[in-house]
Nanobody
Framework: QVQLVESGGGLVQAGGSLRLSCAASGRVFNINTMRWYRQAPGKQRELVAAITSGGITNYADSVKGRFTISRDNVKNTVFLQMTSLKPEDTAVYYC?????????WGQGTQVTVSS
């Protein structure tokens, strides 16, 4: 089992920045890719960014150049630095950890961007 706890969400004005954190605990030794997803009201959950254990990253087109995903493999934590935030970034952000044959999710953290 892997437990994920997100933090760092909040209310920010458009153009502002936030940094989300996701701390993993439990059987962390076989975590491979970690991802951030988001879900806005009335919309499907969408992939925002991903990072492999080796540090390879990819991003949704909507956040490229504004968001940066990183991870600290010693502290088993993944981060999402969000800059130039827009109202359309408003959503609940979820952390996801992929292990062989399973996926784990955090409880989510709310990000609200006011115009």
């Amino acid at each position: 089992q892997v437990q994920l706890v997100e933090s760092g969400g909040g209310l920010v004005q458009a153009g502002g920045s936030l940094r989300l954190s996701c701390a993993a605990s439990g059987r962390v030794f076989n975590i491979n890719t970690m991802r951030w997803y988001r879900q806005a009201p009335g919309k499907q959950r969408e992939l925002v960014a991903a990072i492999t254990s080796g540090g390879i990253t990819n991003y949704a087109d909507s956040v490229k150049g504004r968001f940066t995903i990183s991870r600290d493999n010693v502290k088993n934590t993944v981060f999402l630095q969000m800059t130039s935030l827009k109202p359309e970034d408003t959503a609940v952000y979820y952390c996801n950890a992929a292990v062989p044959y399973n996926n784990y999710w955090g409880q989510g953290t709310q990000v609200t961007v006011s115009s």
